[in-house]
């Protein structure tokens, strides 16, 4: 904000002031830009002319517009800008209790489009994680095969390859909202879902290759190479119809947090399959019954049995901007916007409501629409000021329906952690602040 | 065939090449020639590990839950506690189980609302425990135990969950009759349309879009305490675009409590505070730059007019009555509608 310091002010700047013990109030965010950049970001951010024949950041000559910037490669791998340094994977305080076994929840609040930004997808790991050297890398598929094979990097990345977008959901998002409100913003509700371009070779590919026995084969078996060594049983139907063997994430590398230099992408399931630093495929012929579909990811019901080895991620929407903790700058227009998708296949539709699911219109959906992706949705709005409860509703291709918390409870009650996938309620008070609500 | 791999690790590649060489002639020819190469008996007895709910993969092998003891202090009671009932760094192990579970094979505290689940409550395959405790633990150096410590340490904390007694020898033999005494064995069900992509959903919604039957009452919201939990929203929001995060940590030492939002409908003049930045530096209740609106109104309470005073301060700016922070000046506003500002302020800013 040196610009503004300089062309802009019109007073010394006050000290950053101290943000003071009130909170919310339609203010908070300009206190805010004051301790950023002085009264002139203020003046800026409300769009009012601070002198009275214009914007001083239109009337005189910025520092950018009248010296040299920046070199090429002055970085040799880019950097968001310094002012986005809000937008950050974070923890969730006391969701879990030590830092290798334990989640960062990406910032949808602050995200746009459809593709999750690789330094933003949403970390989770059971045994830390490893920036593993790709040359030293193996993976092996074995089991029921005609031959167990062993594959280099380079063998891999030889080989046919296919680009997809899907997103990638962590089966317990949105596990803490089950029985009331928690987290206060979408990035803790929502946040441990990501979308990106995965590049790698089909699993099918590897299978023929090996000659995985057609006639008993039923499921496979994936292994991670790091400590926890996980494993979860794959479907023989899955594996052989859009599960791929991943290298390629947005166009680079994968990140050493998503499984550097290779993981599986098991389309429309839970995250817990897309196993990480891949390192062994066996083909089998019944359920493994590993420690992650035995004790954890296992659905709790009111009568207390666990449902068992589910996995797809149905139809689920929300709105990320506006969303829980933000603030409405002022009334008047506003473009809705949010994020839908389903592990069964594509978005249809998405369906805005913003009094509480009392009366919908149904949102723009941005393309490109994709099976097993995120779809971005937009509808507009013009806040009157009075308070309103925005949510949304995703239908899917199957027809199915995202349904309301009150309705999941019915059937789930309020301990089955995993794939909660209600309708998101977001309140805006007269105030302007978004707050995390449940509605019935 | 590990070109690379040769590069750096010559020997051990050399060695691989030898091996791979013998058994090249049997590759079967397959769509990609020269991608991968089979793998040896050895290589896949390395990482074949992999313990089936049927058994499948169980190496021959016992441990005493005696022993097992021995393992659990040495090597696992500092993070899981004594009695595996720690919840310091990963929800108790043992507990919450009882000898009319074990009869049933149903854990009854599962249906019971609030109760707390620990490992044994859930575990319905004993494989699982043996699998991953052989795979993951101890959790900082995984793969250090051996076959008869599994065996041992698993058959212990059986025995802390009184499904085995505290005498009992857990092998390859006996596996299948543990399974049979596991608490919670009846525990699970698959019937539910989560499993595959064609599955059928459990619960209905249907699209209504027009007077939909709903209360549209809060039924839960954020407690007010739980406000600052997540950090200070406000920073870890975007600088600009449509909406600001919510300042939800007070710094300030000896601030006032955060104040529940339940603002009134925005009067004319509000909006007129909001548009001009006014609100920016000034609360309602609450100093923030300046003073709050409140305090100023209590001050110029009796003191006659003062109106025209801080309508002039206001338009001029300065500082000294609060404080060394000046007040910029609002040369652009106009006279009628400071005039209001002040009077809305004097009025307790409503």
């Not at chain 1, 802009?8 to 950053?16: C, D, Q, S, V, Y």
């Not at chain 1, 550097?260 to 839970?270: D, M, N, S």
């Not at chain 1, 019954?289 to 990811?297: C, Q």
């Not at chain 2, 020639?33 to 050895?42: D, E, K, V």
Request: aromatic share 6%.
């Amino acid at each position: 904000m040196e610009t503004n310091r300089r062309a802009g002010r019109i007073l010394p700047a006050p000290e950053a002031p101290a943000p003071t013990g009130r909170s919310g109030g339609r203010r908070s965010f300009l206190r805010n830009a004051l301790a950023l950049g002085g009264g002139a970001a203020a003046a800026a951010l409300s769009g009012r002319a601070s002198a009275a024949d214009g914007d001083p950041l239109i009337l005189k000559p910025q520092p950018h517009a009248t010296a040299l910037g920046q070199p090429v490669a002055a970085l040799g791998y880019g950097q968001p800008s310094k002012w986005e340094k809000n937008l950050q994977r974070r923890e969730s305080p006391g969701l879990t209790r030590v830092p290798q076994s334990s989640v960062a929840f990406a910032p949808l609040q602050g995200m746009f489009g459809i593709i999750t930004p690789n330094g933003l997808h949403f970390e989770r790991h059971h045994q830390g994680w490893w920036d593993l050297d790709p040359s030293r890398h193996r993976l092996m598929v074995m089991g029921m095969v005609k031959q167990s094979r062993v594959y280099t990097m380079d063998d891999l990345m030889r080989l046919p390859s296919v680009s997809r977008i899907h997103f990638i959901e962590c089966g317990a998002n949105t596990g803490m909202e089950w029985s009331n409100v928690a987290v206060p913003t979408v990035q803790y509700s929502h946040g441990m879902l990501s979308c990106c371009e995965f590049t790698g070779v089909k699993l099918s590919t590897l299978l023929d290759e090996c000659g995985y026995d057609r006639k008993k084969a039923r499921f496979v078996l994936a292994e991670g190479a790091d400590g926890s060594g996980l494993t979860r049983t794959i479907s023989i139907e899955q594996a052989l119809d859009d599960v791929i063997v991943a290298w390629g994430m947005n166009g680079e590398m994968l990140r050493p947090e998503n499984g550097y230099p290779l993981r599986l992408v098991v389309p429309g399931v839970q995250g817990v399959s897309w196993v990480k630093w891949l390192r062994r495929i066996e083909v089998g012929d019944k359920h493994w019954d590993t420690r992650e579909e035995v004790l954890h990811y296992i659905d709790l019901m009111p009568d207390g049995l666990h449902r068992q080895y589910t996995q797809i991620q149905e139809a689920k929407s929300v709105i990320t901007t506006p969303s829980g903790g933000q603030m409405l700058l002022d009334k008047g227009f506003y473009n809705v916007s949010g994020l839908a998708w389903s592990g069964r296949g594509r978005i249809r539709r998405v369906d805005v409501s913003v009094d509480g699911g009392r009366n919908w219109r149904t949102a723009r959906l941005e393309g490109p629409v994709l099976a097993k992706a995120l779809t971005r949705f937009n509808i507009d709005w013009v806040w009157d000021g009075s308070p309103a409860v925005l949510q949304s509703r995703a239908i899917d291709e199957t027809g199915y329906v995202q349904p309301k918390i009150s309705q999941l409870r019915a059937v789930r009650g309020t301990r089955s952690i995993y794939h909660n996938n209600m309708i998101q309620s977001w309140k805006v008070a007269e105030s302007g602040e978004v707050s995390n609500v449940q509605v019935g | 065939m590990s070109r690379s791999a040769s590069l750096s690790h010559a020997p051990a590649a050399l060695l691989l090449a030898a091996l791979l060489c013998a058994s090249a002639g049997a590759v079967a020819q397959g769509k990609y020639p020269g991608i991968g190469r089979p793998a040896t008996p050895a290589e896949v007895k390395a990482w074949d590990t992999d313990v089936r709910s049927d058994f499948t993969g169980l190496p021959k092998g016992s441990g005493s839950a005696k022993k097992g003891e021995e393992v659990w202090d040495a090597k696992c009671a500092s993070c899981h506690g004594t009695f595996a009932e720690s919840n310091e760094v990963f929800p108790p192990i043992v507990g919450g189980t009882t000898a009319e579970d074990i009869k049933n094979g149903r854990v009854a505290g599962l249906a019971k609302s609030n109760e707390g689940r620990t490992t044994l409550m859930k575990l319905s395959r004993i494989s699982t425990l043996w699998d991953y405790i052989h795979r993951s633990m101890p959790w900082t150096a995984p793969r250090s135990l051996s076959v008869e410590e599994t065996y041992a340490v698993t058959a212990y904390i059986l025995a802390l969950g009184r499904i085995v007694p505290e005498d009992f020898v857990l092998s390859d033999a006996n596996m299948a009759e543990v399974q049979a005494r596991l608490p919670n064995r009846n525990g699970t069900t698959t019937a539910h349309g989560l499993w595959t992509v064609k599955g059928r959903p459990d619960v209905k919604n249907t699209a209504c879009m027009k007077d939909c039957p709903t209360e549209a009452k809060v039924m839960s919201q954020l407690p007010a305490h739980a406000r600052d939990a997540h950090g200070n929203i406000a920073e870890q929001n975007r600088v600009v675009g449509p909406v600001r995060g919510a300042v939800t940590v007070r710094a300030a030492a000896g601030a006032a409590a955060p104040v529940a939002t339940a603002a009134p409908a925005a009067s004319a003049d509000r909006i007129m505070a909001e548009k001009n930045g006014c609100l920016a530096c000034h609360g309602v209740d609450n100093k923030i730059v300046g003073p709050g609106f409140k305090e100023i109104a209590a001050r110029y309470k009796d003191a006659g007019g003062s109106e025209a005073k801080l309508a002039a301060k206001i338009k001029a700016g300065g500082a000294g009555t609060w404080g060394a922070i000046p007040m910029p000046p609002h040369p652009g506003m106009k006279d009628e509608d400071i005039n209001s500002l002040v009077k809305w302020i004097l009025g307790g800013a409503r």
